[in-house]
């Protein structure tokens, strides 16, 4: 079954790029990816979040945030509320990506936070999930994912966006087979009614053949968003 939602292709900029590469690539998305068809969101790190809005305020691309702190306010020094990012223009927050699970030890409790934090802050959560390769070869994957989903509470959101991100395929190069990652959309889908997105390696070169995958409804890049021709390309391959 073809999925009904609108598309989404969401640029995932991580830490990287500055003022002047950053303005380019967000003009550039700006004049070349305004389709009705498919929701471009594009996700600077956050010093760069109102240079990149008022470049997308007047357009149909929306702003996303990389991460929201787990407490709505206060003396948290470092941290930015999900009311700050909203009041700077943001509509979507990614939370739960495999680099903040790795590298700050996000986990079950502080995400469903995070998640709820969004959601009252009038932000659409991105929540991303996805095994390490051990779960995917001792075949513990399906419930490890369901699990990571359960764990989010984001099933009690009605306007939800869950990024299926295999660990071993960001920024690898490697990317799962088609069947491989359908088994996993299917799995979300009869969960949730939240849209489904892919992420990890995508490129121009295997976006046609994953986006043909029933009920997928987009993809979250990293490394090919930098490149403005080549994320061009993956959002042509969105629309078919
Ligand atoms: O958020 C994006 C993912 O981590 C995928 O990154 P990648 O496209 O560079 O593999």
Redesign the pocket.
Known sequence: MVSMHKKILIA?WKMNGNSESLKSLAEYYVNMLTGQQAEVVLCPAHPYLSLVNNITKNSPVKLGAQNIASFPKGSYTGEVSGEMLTDIGCKYVIIG??ERRKFFNERGEEIARKIDLAVQSNLIPILCVGEKLNKRKEGTYLSFIKEQIENSQILYQKNAVIAY?PVW???TGVIPTVEEIAEVVDMITTMSKAKVLY????SADNSCLISDIANLDGF?????SLKAEEFHAIYKSLLG
Do not use: R
């Open positions: 995932n990506h495999y991100e395929s960001i920024g992420g990890g390696s995508v979250l890049v990293g490394a090919a």
